[in-house]
């Protein structure tokens, strides 16, 4: 039997896509329109002018301060992206592969996942007892006689800054490689074995190019992550480390909005190219469908 | 049930082989004494099996899903570890050792080919890892794939392949590794009826060019009855019967092996257990002959031969008639049926 149908297919498409479409349009196509167009107004202290003011662009390509801070934020991607990378492997591929039963594979995940029930000022403020002058870390290097006096940069650094990010940012990246692992069927592996392949020479071989897609998806994760963030920066650094998206708070806290769109619509542009050289890495469509 | 240890090993060896092993002096190529596998309390998938295969047999493990043939399979691979027992491999034990030591080279049922690597890259896999240079490697590889006439998709990805070309590489890329015994984990069950049977063949070939034992996990008993110098049949984690094809067929062992090959009638005649042959059973009473009245449920035309079933007591028994035979006859289905055999045909079953 053949329903008679009206309204062409090409019509229907268009209906269905067109609830996405205006979200899409109105959320965010015209929003990002908008900062573009006013990184191109003048302003003072407390308003925008609708008048051409080319001098916040000429700030953020030129000045040497925006790049110290876009450097720092490269700084912090790649040295998270490193050790997350580097630590999600190591735990993934003892989930997929070490970790015999379903049960004890997902009782180990959610021990790495229960600490983010909490909220991020809560997991901010929680790492003082740990780090701080009298935290944990330094009593315990102070008792073994390590140190004589407590490490001051533990606690609001840099190095504070980048265990935050790593402690969040692991559990995204483990899962991902997780995710791509457990579609490697276990004959392959076996196969891998029976052609005497050792342990190692499985990883890189067989492991590491089938979980490509999972390592890109799981290294958006962090790049986004880590480039859009100011909270962590301005929590677990009191302040002192200042990055290209910390500014761009700051000038938003201070009305500067031209300058501020500014230094996002340059910030998108870089975002978009990385997650852009990332999908060309990997087939990220076929990883989702399955 | 020791049954394989009666068999006497010079009956069931095959012709010399074309090419010979390296290693000689060994009169069997893969051993299994009294090996069990457990997987926790309960009945054991495995239970004390023995068996031992001749030197350069084709061995095929047949039985029903979850009778342990694939276990007894991975075991042998060491892909499984055996709980109590041992497995030797052309004389030497190799019962704990990892895969790639015992001289043995799994083909898997899924195949399992490296997805991100070409035919040639794949077949060529283990002698990378073993660093071989790569100008050699893929010449060695060529080979191999001209052995399964695949050289000519050699720089093919695995998704570019269809179900039976993926095959043919999986099985270069065992073969590659010289196993002494190659192990296949139902080759055969993804292909459709026709390339089955030209891959069968093709099995048999290689086998007998390059004198291994091939031992071969089915639940077919066709592809069995073709192939195996040596046919395991199992049940319920033991050996039913091991003996060559023409035995398991003509005198099978116990009602289930009879049933499970098909083609036979299991009958109680004189208060004992029997088999016939469905080819020798007629359609109606003969003079001299035993008989069985039931009705007749089903007929199917099979081309030359035409099935035909007598249903008595719920029990059905089957009669294989010859086409000419039956038009001559022309029964009809719901008419009272008469299936009769000659006492001589009766095989009693253990």
Redesign the interface.
């Known amino acids: 039997m053949r329903l008679a149908n009206p309204i062409p297919p090409r019509i229907v498409s268009m209906i269905q896509v067109a609830p996405m479409a205006l979200i899409f349009t109105t959320m965010v196509l015209l929003p990002l329109g908008l900062i573009f167009v006013v990184s191109f107004l003048d302003y003072d202290f407390a308003r925008v002018f609708p008048e051409l003011y080319l001098g916040s662009w000429e700030d953020v390509l030129t000045s040497q301060l925006t790049r110290d801070l876009y450097a720092k934020t490269f700084k912090f991607v790649a040295i998270v992206w490193a050790v997350t990378a580097l630590l999600g492997f190591c735990i993934a591929y003892f989930l997929a592969f070490h970790v015999r039963t379903m049960t004890v594979r997902l009782m180990l995940l959610a021990t790495v996942a229960i600490p983010f029930w909490t909220s991020g000022p809560i997991r901010a403020v929680s790492w003082v007892p740990l780090l701080g002058r009298e935290g944990l870390v330094n009593q315990a290097l102070m008792g073994l006689g390590i140190t004589s006096e407590p490490l001051s940069w533990l606690m609001y650094s840099e190095f504070a800054v980048l265990i935050a990010y790593v402690h969040l940012l692991t559990l995204p990246m483990i899962v991902c490689m997780v995710n791509s692992m457990g579609k490697i069927?276990p004959?392959?592996i076996?196969?891998?074995?029976?052609?005497?392949?050792?342990e190692w020479?499985i990883i890189r071989?067989?492991i590491l190019?089938?979980i490509r897609p999972g390592i890109a998806i799981g290294t958006i994760f962090v790049v986004t992550a880590v480039m859009g963030d100011a909270f962590i920066v301005k929590q677990m650094s009191g302040g002192q480390v200042n990055t290209a998206t910390m500014a761009i708070v700051t000038e938003l806290n201070a009305f500067m909005y031209p300058p501020a769109a500014a230094k996002s619509v340059v910030m998108l542009v870089i975002v978009l190219a990385l997650v852009g050289v990332l999908l060309r890495f990997a087939d990220i469509r076929k990883e989702l469908q399955r | 049930m020791n049954l394989a240890l009666k068999q006497d090993p010079a009956e069931i060896s095959p012709k010399a082989p074309k090419l010979q092993q390296a290693t000689m002096g060994h009169r069997f190529d893969a051993e299994l004494v009294a090996v069990t596998k457990r997987y926790g309390p309960g009945a054991p998938a495995v239970d004390d099996i023995s068996l031992r295969i001749p030197r350069g047999s084709y061995c095929c493990l047949l039985g029903p899903s979850g009778c342990g043939k694939s276990t007894t399979l991975r075991m042998l691979a060491g892909h499984e570890d055996v709980t109590e027992g041992a497995i030797l491999i052309h004389g030497t034990e190799i019962t704990n050792k990892p895969p790639v030591e015992r001289g043995t080279s799994m083909m898997f049922q899924d195949y399992a080919l490296f997805p991100h690597l070409s035919a040639l890259d794949n077949v060529a896999f283990s002698l990378k890892v073993r660093g071989v240079a790569k100008e050699e490697r893929r010449n060695q590889a060529r080979e191999y794939l001209e052995l399964v006439q695949m050289d000519h998709l050699a720089e093919r990805l695995p998704n570019q392949l269809s179900g039976g070309q993926q095959q043919r590489v999986a099985l270069a890329r065992s073969l590659i590794t010289r196993p002494k015994v190659l192990l296949l984990d139902e080759p055969l069950s993804a292909l459709d009826p026709f390339l089955r049977i030209r891959m069968r063949a093709e099995l048999k070939r290689i086998q007998k060019e390059l004198g291994i034992s091939f031992i071969h996990v089915t639940h077919s008993q066709d592809e069995a009855l073709a192939l195996a110098d040596l046919i395991v049949v199992m049940n319920d984690a033991v050996i039913m019967q091991a003996a060559p094809a023409r035995e398991v067929f003509e005198t099978p062992a116990n009602a289930f092996v009879a049933r499970f090959l098909g083609g036979h009638n299991v009958i109680r005649s004189e208060g004992r257990e029997v088999s016939v042959r469905a080819d020798q059973c007629r359609l109606g009473r003969m003079p001299g002959m035993r008989a069985l009245e039931g009705v007749i449920g089903m007929i199917e035309y099979q081309g030359t031969q035409v099935r035909i079933t007598i249903t008595k007591d719920d029990e059905d028994y089957t009669v294989l008639m010859d086409a000419p035979t039956y038009f001559a006859q022309s029964p009809e289905i719901g008419e009272p049926g008469v299936m009769s055999w000659e006492a001589s045909d009766e095989h009693v079953l253990g």
């Open positions: 069927p004959s392959v076996q196969a891998a074995q029976d052609a005497g392949a050792s020479q071989d067989i190019p089938l």
